[in-house]
């Protein structure tokens, strides 16, 4: 049966950021990320993979794990998608997606494995393992070498007709409808707290992996979105994290798709700062119509909120650079203001010394009490005050502008 | 001369409240009679004192963790000291103390902080919490079932329990089972330098998110001690 959903496009984005506690802790960005589309830039059919390789020291290897198992996921979800790309039929297709977790898993292996006999262990990679309690890690990347490539996996396919997910480990596959209402398709698994997690690497990893099928697609989501748990986990809690959903499809509505990618980076980036410190891995798979001019608004009140005060970090660090830029031309005027003024001073001084103020302006009632020997001792300042000299001759230095000022450099 | 981006852009994100993991923090401090002996009780408060700093400074080694602090004493009862969990810059340690006749219901107190590990109250995006047993003796009521009833909550299986012993008297076979992990090891304090060290040793390894090594430190020697317990 023909759906809707074969006639709208899919495209679809999406980004990777070295977490702030892998910065400092000089380790590499463990996940991955890749997709598929046809040539033409939009699906169906679509497909976004998504892995978080292991932090833990036995998983040396966890950011090549991730590469292989987002490369071995889309091509064998691509190869489905052409054998099985206009099924509609629901019972038939959990039957045939049933037997995916087994085959990714399959692939996976047969993908490390060569990788490993390409690059045999070196000994430097098992520094840190040095210390005695290691002793257990160490043997269990011996005993099995998997284990150095551990990684989570996430996976979706749309097609025309239907959509697919797949999931072993933590992170999150959300499904955003067109009123920006988000919930995730792919049952929890109450196993995954305390940094413990399920992994591609374990023994019949197979068996745990979560997935759903939602056959046909006939009311297919605005956005599906997709990441690592690094970005769940900078939220405060769930519900603040599921807002992502209507705030993401807002701005693709007002920016476009484009916008949002260009703006990823610098939001992932502020995650990991300012949430979870871990590397943030996140996808966005858009259908066309849902963010084109005229599509449905979502939640009251959020779509005014959106945009305008979105920044990339590209844009927020030329924008920093520019304003530092203004700062410094701010100090500088200052600093030559203050030699000026310094210098009128000191010529005052001199001037008063000498009486010439007294001779220049005989019939300034003023005059006398600046030139008294006791006034001009005990408050010398007074002299160049403008007060005491002619402002069309001779300006005194003034005081710094307002627009000069550190504190209001940046307006300008 | 401030930042001008803290008051000038205003950088907004998608989705709701950002924050740290938080990372719970609970000392199990035994009050008992015995700690009424010898100075114990006195080193400890001095201890716990002298840790805020260190404590503070491992914590800000843990970029994605909000580090937040309680504690429970436990003697003939078992209660909670700083029953809400406290950020490290608020931490102000009040002193406790031990009462000569009191016992060591060491069972009451896992069951009174297990009710914590549940989820909730705690999070899934919690880190793992770290729980610090300090005890000089032996329970003196049903330990084990309140082991079992930590070890049956999501997040007290998932902890990591750590314990030092005071004195020759602690009982080493208890303080093992609670840190329920052979690559861990108790650590035995015998004077109040020792007690120090061994404090801000396993305070600063899991505020630090480093793995707690089983490798026991040695207590500073500046001073020989006077007290030997």
């Known amino acids: 049966m023909e759906t809707a959903a074969r006639k709208i496009q899919w495209q679809v984005i999406g980004e990777s950021c070295r977490g702030a506690s892998h910065i400092k802790g000089n380790l590499p960005n463990q996940d991955a990320l890749s997709f598929w589309l046809p040539e033409s830039g939009f699906g169906p059919p679509a497909i976004l993979a998504i892995a978080d390789g292991h932090g833990s020291p036995q998983h040396f290897r966890s950011a090549s794990g991730a590469k292989l198992a987002v490369q071995a996921a889309t091509s064998l979800l691509l190869a489905f998608a052409k054998m099985h790309g206009t099924q509609s039929d629901a019972n038939s297709l959990r039957t045939e997606v049933a037997e995916l977790p087994q085959r990714v898993v399959e692939n996976w292996t047969a993908s490390v494995s060569a990788h490993l006999a390409a690059n045999p262990f070196r000994e430097e990679e098992f520094s840190r393992l040095q210390d005695p309690q290691d002793a257990d890690a160490r043997a269990e990347v011996t005993n099995n070498p998997l284990v150095a490539y551990g990684a989570t996996l996430l996976i979706v396919l749309v097609t025309g007709y239907y959509a697919v997910f797949l999931q072993i480990g933590d992170g999150d596959i959300l499904w955003v409808d067109d009123t920006g209402k988000t919930v995730r398709p792919v049952p929890a698994d109450a196993r995954l707290i305390a940094n413990q997690t399920t992994s591609l690497c374990q023994s019949e990893a197979w068996k745990d992996f979560r997935w759903h099928v939602e056959a046909p697609l006939h009311h297919p989501p605005a956005l599906i979105l997709v990441s690592t748990d690094g970005y769940a986990n900078s939220f405060r809690s769930d519900d603040d994290f599921l807002l992502i959903g209507r705030d993401f499809l807002n701005i693709a509505r007002t920016g476009g798709l484009q916008k949002v990618s260009a703006q990823l980076p610098g939001i992932l980036h502020d995650a990991s700062e300012k949430g979870s410190g871990d590397d943030v891995t996140f996808g966005i798979m858009c259908r066309q119509d849902a963010i084109a001019a005229g599509a449905e608004g979502v939640a009251a009140g959020s779509e005014e909120e959106a945009m305008a005060g979105y920044v990339s970090k590209a844009e927020y660090e030329s924008l920093r650079a520019k304003l530092d830029e203004h700062l410094r031309a701010a100090e500088h005027r200052l600093s030559l203001l203050q030699w000026l003024l310094a210098l009128a001073l000191i010529l005052s001084v001199i001037s008063l010394a000498f009486g010439i103020g007294a001779r220049y302006y005989p019939a300034r009632p003023a005059a006398p009490a600046i030139i008294s020997p006791n006034t001009g001792a005990e408050n010398p300042s007074q002299a160049g005050s403008p007060a005491n000299t002619p402002p069309q001759r001779r300006d005194p230095p003034q005081p710094a502008q307002p627009g000069a000022s550190p504190k209001s450099g940046p307006g300008h | ?229």
């Not at chain 2, 004192?49 to 963790?65: D, F, K």
């Not at chain 2, 009462?99 to 914590?116: H, I, K, Q, S, W």
């Not at chain 2, 090594?213 to 001073?223: D, L, Y």
Request: hydrophobic share 40%; charged share 20%; with cysteine.
């Open chain 2, 1 to 229: 001369m401030g930042n001008p981006l803290d008051t000038g852009i205003n950088l907004r994100r998608p989705g709701g409240v950002m924050a740290k993991r938080p990372l719970h923090f609970i000392w199990l401090l035994d009050c008992s009679g015995s700690m009424s002996l010898n100075g114990k009780i006195d080193a400890l408060n001095t201890a716990i004192r002298e840790l805020i700093p260190h404590m503070q400074r491992a914590a800000a080694q843990n970029s994605g963790a909000e580090v937040l602090i309680r504690a429970i004493r436990f003697s003939t009862a078992a209660q909670w000291h700083i029953a809400q969990p406290t950020l490290l810059s608020e931490f102000r340690w009040t002193d406790l103390t031990a009462d000569p006749e009191a016992r060591t219901n060491l069972g009451a107190a896992l069951r009174l902080v297990a009710e914590e590990m549940k989820m909730p109250p705690l999070s899934p995006r919690s880190l793992p919490p770290a729980l610090v047993l300090i005890s000089d003796g032996r329970p003196t009521d049903d330990f084990e079932g309140g082991m079992q009833y930590l070890l049956s909550q999501p997040w007290g299986k998932a902890s990591t329990r750590l314990s030092i012993g005071i004195g020759t008297d602690a009982h080493q076979k208890t303080l093992k089972r609670f840190i329920d992990n052979p690559e861990i090891h108790v650590l035995q304090a015998d004077n109040p330098e020792a007690l120090v060290e061994y404090m801000r040793f396993v305070s600063t390894s899991v505020l630090s998110g480093r793995k707690v090594s089983s490798v026991v430190p040695q207590p500073a020697q500046t001073a020989p001690s006077s007290v030997i317990w």
